[in-house]
Every structure is written in structure tokens, then in C-alpha cells.
């Protein structure tokens, strides 16, 4: 076989390779992604529980309190809300902030790898089109887990506290929304939530 050929066939060997590998690399990271059908919400004699076994997570929903399942996010999520809850309808029985009456705890798994100063810096932006009036950021442990607590506020959304927890490849967030007059209820309910969260 001729040089120039052998070049060109060498070429076209390593692209072929690098396509491939590069199908390869796309299809890993579909396959990691959740769904919504990943929640499951179930009746226990201790109340109801939450679980979505391919992130490894397990959750008790507060006593009284509503559980749905947000569908139509691509990876989904849980939406809880104490039965006193007012706002603005959000589709699905959901009730989206600012808060009238009542609290509301949202879970959200994101598949993907991050570092606390990465997330910090994705909530910043996120906040920045929101125009806050409260931004603070605090790192914190979460049942012996590394985490960072956002403590954050505007006009368009009202108070909010998230608290996200990056394991491996995936982030695990839980967002408090409450009503101006229900902080001190809603943060107690919320901090018995978070003892309940269980991380495999």
C-alpha cells in the first residue's frame, strides 16, 4: 500500500474512533439522566415517603402535608405542600411562589457533577435575572454531608431557602418557599424534613 494511502486510510481510522467515542460519551450521559417516573410516592405507617431508588434517595414527606410529582421537568421532582398553601396556580394542583399562605418543599435531583463554588455560582446567575433582595450563601452539614444553604429573596418570588448537596455526579436540592407570616413554622418544618433525607 502506497504512504499516501496508508495516511489517509490512518486518518479516516482515527476519526472513525473519535466519532465513535463520541457516541459512546453522549449515550453515558443520557443514560444517567432522571425522569419523573423516578419518584415514587408511597403510604407507610409512618406517613408518606418518597423514594427515587436510581438516585438513591429517600425522603419523608411532613405529617398533613400534600406530595406531587412535577412531570413536566425532564428529570422531575417532588413538590410538597402544607394543606393551608396559597399562591399562584402553577399547573397540576401545584402552587407556585411567592406564598400567600402556607409552605412548600421542592426536591430535585440534577445529574451532574459539581463543586459547592459551581452551584454557588449557577444560583448566583439564576438569581441575578430575578433581582434579589437576599442573597446569601453558608456551607453546612446535612446529615454528616457536605452542603450549601442559599438563603435568598425577591419581589417576583418571594423567601427562599435551598439547600443543595452535590454527591458524586449528581446534585441533590430541597427548596423551602414560604409565606412572609409563616417563616418561623415553615423553616421548623423544613429542618424536620431535612433529618428525615436519606442519601445512599
Known amino acids: 500500500m502506497p504512504k499516501n494511502k496508508k495516511i489517509v486510510f490512518l486518518i479516516i481510522i482515527i476519526l472513525l474512533l473519535i466519532i465513535a467515542g463520541g457516541v459512546f460519551w453522549w449515550w453515558q450521559k443520557r443514560a444517567i439522566k432522571g425522569s419523573p417516573a423516578d419518584y415514587v410516592i408511597k403510604e407507610t405507617a409512618e406517613g408518606k415517603i418518597v423514594e427515587n431508588k436510581k438516585a438513591g434517595l429517600t425522603v419523608k414527606v411532613p405529617d398533613g402535608w400534600e406530595v406531587k410529582r412535577v412531570d413536566f421537568i425532564e428529570e422531575g421532582s417532588i ?3 402544607s394543606l393551608d ?3 399562584e396556580d402553577g399547573g397540576n394542583g401545584i402552587v407556585d ?7 412548600g418543599i421542592e426536591t430535585v435531583v440534577t445529574y451532574k457533577k459539581l463543586s459547592l463554588e459551581e452551584i454557588k455560582k449557577g444560583a448566583e446567575e439564576v438569581h441575578w435575572m430575578l433581582i434579589p433582595t437576599l442573597d446569601e450563601f453558608e456551607k453546612i452539614t446535612v446529615n454528616n454531608k457536605e452542603a450549601l444553604e442559599n438563603k435568598w429573596e425577591s419581589k417576583s418570588k418571594g423567601p427562599m431557602i435551598s439547600i443543595y448537596i452535590p ?3 449528581k446534585v441533590y436540592t430541597f427548596t423551602l418557599t414560604w409565606a412572609q407570616e409563616e417563616k418561623e413554622r415553615c ?5 424536620k424534613f431535612l433529618e428525615t433525607v436519606l442519601i445512599k
Do not use: A, H, K, Y
Not at 411562589?97 to 409552605?103: D, F, I, K, M, V
Not at 423553616?187 to 429542618?191: A, G, V
Open 167 to 169: 454527591i458524586d455526579n
Open 79 to 81: 413538590v410538597m405542600q
Open 97 to 103: 411562589p411567592p406564598l400567600r399562605e402556607g409552605c
Open 85 to 87: 398553601i396559597e399562591g
Open 187 to 191: 423553616t421548623q418544618e423544613f429542618n
